[in-house]
């Protein structure tokens, strides 16, 4: 059985000129890699026929499926439609189910504003050599062109809005079905941990002899980011069961080498982790963050099902809030600082009483580019975890810029509470 | 004076399985484009030698800057540097220099540990047919390669690290200068604007005569996101400022077409602009989140020097803390619940006065997937805004999953701040 390979093809001049980051196109990669399909190559091009074209052009020799997103809105500025209408051969017609799908939406979302506008109405023109593909989210219908036949040289491209959301909604309610149903799919499967306290060159090392023995049809990937390594199993072959069942031991075999560092046998987020922790134990956590200003709190309510153990935070990012909410004490802030070991003390002890939870995360730091002093320079965080019995408290000194000296502040403080938990509940 | 083309090449399985979200294109393509270097492609391929290959052949047919990001770690799966040592025709040989680094950087990050593992040495090595860009916060050295001659098909081939922080040290200290030194770069310019309060469709209907209006070399462009629209012009020529004489005027117009919804004329996010209103007019502000879990205090935050206006928030995602921090009334969450307009009016209330501040934001919502009740489905979300006279309240009624749905509630949160400040300061 032949590789199934993938294309994308993001369409928009934004991406190119750094206004907008990319998040489809993973999003995408993720959808069809657990369907069997690699795709092994993502293009970003500008929003002009010609580079449409070059890259339908260049894709399709190395593709069997290419997915454009992008270019399909109701301005002047997007020329997708057109340059696929002339590259297939076809002219435009109304679609009609489109049509009905574009005046139900405007119906609802200006239910005051009796007549549509034209250029929306224009977006249920689509080109007559394709198939449609409803957007039940939006107004730019999803199209399919394919060329060959089935078993021979069989090639589909598929056309998708921009907008996340709409675009999301298509990937899983069509085009995930009609690939599974039109190709002959190898099947992959991926085993991922994740390991916390150690660099991508020491993990390396504990795994190099593991990695060396590896059979040829697995492949071991680090995935660093910000003291978090990810290790990523993948197998590929003709059944996934099969595979599960070979790569399953060498799965175990890299625990165990690893094991002190472990994090999870999941492929989950930190946050993840520790509220998983916390349902199994029943316990509660809130946090009392300065230099993080809220984006702790904000990774632990990003998981579903957190207010099951998340009671909340105190962004105490003024000298008055740290005193006046979390009862840290004047003299304290005065002759330590914020951004000390007795201030997140206090901060923790504050948070505890304040917050009436099981555990607490205080952090406090100075995060740049300003609020650095002669003996506190940018990066110096200080940071506590505590329950009613115990505190721990630490101190960093990172050397980032302010959102990744947040972000890694965040990633270290859960991983943190993640380990005194552990401690507590053997 | 012709366009100088360039293509990002991103380099990673883990982009490609949808693991990791490309930002390194985006800082990338800002960089160049500044300096007038126009990046008409970004490429994403696998940490396979021949899909490098197959890509600098492809790109260097289309561009004549090449700038390649990742595959250059320590472990074996980093295969960058041995392809382009083959593609160039080039051998291993040890930069003294960057070995030096990797020692130095070691020494820093493990003191206690003397032996460098072998590793990481052998990231010194490099091919001997490449100039060696240093590497100031890292062990992986950036490499230069260049085919042609000066003003003779000159093409560059830059390969650097795929670590955030320190790809862009190598960006800013070593490729920007070198570009700018050895091409006769033309001129762009770019003018952007955010609106509020209208979609695209209806923001490009306010534009259309205005669009159909611009000479060739200025263009419009539209980048929508939950409900704000970017507005941005752009220019292409010889000579910045003569671009910049020209392009003010239709962008004065353009400003002048939106002004009803017209939330800056900078190319800046709403909370920077929020918080420059609140440094001008000497004010504070204050949150009080439930639903959105900290993401408006953390987008607050994330501006450098928020510190100066902005307190605190509560984090208030349980009822004890809602009532305990905030004052909220035990009868009014068992009367109306949690998300009501009654709980978030008290919420606003209780904010002002335990932080402080002149202004206030307090929101409560249900962010699914779970949380909805047969009255209030996921997506329902109320949201104040105060000052000590004033409050304003509003409902949302959101459709989009629970990442997003923070994300809307958020820039809606910030936005209507906007307004009730703009309103109180004329």
Redo the contacts between chains.
């Keep these: 059985m032949n590789n199934v390979n993938a294309s994308i093809i993001t369409i928009g ?11 489809n ?7 069809l ?1 657990e369907i069997g399909v ?10 002009q026929a010609a ?1 449409i074209t ?2 339908l052009d ?1 894709e399709k020799e ?1 593709a069997s499926i290419i997915i454009l997103t992008g270019g399909l ?5 997007d020329k997708t439609k057109d340059a696929l209408c002339q590259y297939f051969g076809g002219k435009m017609v109304i679609n009609k189910d489109a049509l009905q799908q574009i005046k139900k939406l405007f119906e609802k ?1 200006y239910p005051n504003q009796q007549q549509i ?1 034209e ?2 109405l224009q977006q249920a023109e689509v080109p007559d050599v394709c198939t449609v593909l409803p957007n039940k ?1 939006g107004s730019a219908p999803g199209m399919l062109f394919s060329t060959g036949e089935k078993n021979k040289d069989f090639k589909i491209f598929i056309s998708l809005p921009g ?3 709409e675009m999301e909604g298509l990937i899983t309610d069509e085009v995930i079905p009609y690939i599974q149903k039109n190709f002959d799919l190898p099947a992959i499967v ?1 085993k ?1 941990a994740l390991t916390a306290g150690k ?4 993990i ?2 504990m795994l190099s002899s593991f ?1 060396k023995d590896l059979p040829k049809e697995i ?6 980011n910000y003291g978090l390594v ?1 290790l ?1 199993l ?1 197998a590929f072959g003709h059944d996934k069961q099969t595979l599960e069942n070979k790569i399953e031991p060498y799965f175990q075999k890299m625990l165990s080498l690893v094991h002190d560092n472990l994090v999870t046998d999941k ?1 989950e987020e930190l946050a993840a982790v520790v509220g998983r922790l916390l349902i199994e134990k029943n316990k509660t956590i ?2 009392a ?1 300065s230099c ?7 990774q ?3 998981i ?4 099951a153990y ?9 000298y ?2 740290k005193e ?2 979390l009862g840290v004490h004047h003299e304290t802030l005065l002759n330590f600082g914020a951004v000390s070991e007795e201030t997140v003390t206090e901060m923790a002890r504050g948070a505890l009483k ?3 939870t099981d555990y607490v995360i205080a952090v406090s730091g100075i995060m ?4 650095s002093t002669p003996d506190k320079p940018v990066g110096t965080v200080w940071m506590a975890v505590a329950d009613a019995n115990t505190i721990q408290t630490r101190q960093l000194n990172l ?6 000296n ?1 972000e890694i502040t965040a990633a270290r403080a859960l991983n943190m509470l993640r380990l005194f938990i552990c401690e507590r509940l053997v």
Tied chains: 1, 2.
Excluded at 13 to 23: A, C, N, R, V, Y
Excluded at 199 to 202: D, L, N, P
Excluded at 310 to 318: I, K, L, M, P, T
Excluded at 368 to 371: A, F, Q, T
């Design positions: 001049d934004e991406l190119l000129i750094g206004q907008t980051i990319d998040t196109s993973a999003f995408i990669a993720r959808a890699n690699w795709v092994h190559r993502r293009v970003a091009i500008g929003d580079a070059k890259a260049t190395m809105g109701p301005t002047a500025d979302v506008i250029r929306n989210r907008v996340p959301y991926h991922t660099g991508e060159s020491i390396a090392e990695e492949q071991l990937a680090y995935l660093p990810k990523r993948t492929d809130g946090t963050e993080t200003g809220g984006y702790i709190a904000h632990l309510t990003a579903p099902g957190s207010s998340y009671a909340g935070s105190v962004v105490s990012y003024s008055e809030a006046k909410i304040t917050l009436e740049g580019p300003g609020g050397r980032f810029n302010r959102q990744k947040i």
